[in-house]
């Protein structure tokens, strides 16, 4: 399966990504992940990309774009994929069309998180990642215990653009850059909604469901 899953920030797609990306057995590709592990490694592009990502803008489109064709060339992107984060602007998604018709390739369904916004601060603001597993958690719904991962033991972090002012322009740039990207696929019968509010597994349940074809 090739699959998009859109949505604001906080909607939860990063922790059913990788719940799908199991599931199904298809490769999680994540912009926002490949950027961190860049800024991790202290790499040219990782240095670029900080500077947009620690104010909540957008790292250019020329930037991801080659970032994300790069990934989709790999052997594991061949049986499908889950892509999350991307694209995030309509320049993204007419590359990423450009590049899917040049290659034969059909997206099957992109799917669409919703979530009140109210309910994303809260999520994100308490939002904490494991530096070694890259596991998500939730400080007002997980026991966490010494910032310690309940997974592997790794150190929890709260991501640089986590910060109430970063996530309230993160918001802005959703509404203004992102969001037109949702009529882009449903002007081509693509787009499915999903409501995103609730555990964990429910969430999961309602992606599955609308995920079949
Ligand atoms: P995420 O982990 O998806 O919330 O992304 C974190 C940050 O990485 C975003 O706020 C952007 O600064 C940058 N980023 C991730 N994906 C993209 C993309 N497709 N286009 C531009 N910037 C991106």
Do not use: W
């Amino acid at each position: 399966m090739r699959i998009i899953l859109f949505g604001p920030p906080g909607v939860g797609k990063g922790t059913q990504a990788k719940i799908l990306s199991r599931e199904l057995g298809i490769v999680h590709i994540a912009s926002g992940d490949i950027l961190r592990a860049a800024i991790a490694n202290g790499t040219g592009l990782g240095k670029k990309a900080k500077t947009f990502m620690d104010r909540g803008e957008l790292v250019p489109d020329d930037v991801v774009i080659g970032i994300i064709q790069e990934r989709l060339k790999e052997a594991d992107a061949g049986d499908g994929f889950i892509l999350d984060g991307f694209p995030r602007t309509l320049p993204q998604a007419e590359a990423l069309d450009k590049v899917f018709k040049k290659s034969g390739i059909k997206v099957d369904k992109v799917v669409s998180m919703e979530v009140d916004r109210d309910i994303l601060l809260k999520r994100l603001t308490s939002r904490r990642v494991c530096r070694s597993c890259g596991a998500i958690f939730n400080l007002s719904v997980d026991k966490i215990e010494d910032s310690k991962c309940p997974k592997c033991g790794g150190e929890l972090y709260q991501r640089d653009d986590d910060r109430e002012e970063t996530i309230l322009r993160r918001f802005e740039v959703y509404i203004n850059q992102t969001k037109p990207v949702k009529n882009f696929y449903a002007l081509k019968k693509l787009l499915v909604e999903v409501d995103g509010i609730g555990e964990i597994r429910d969430v999961t349940k309602r992606l599955n469901a609308a995920l079949r074809p």
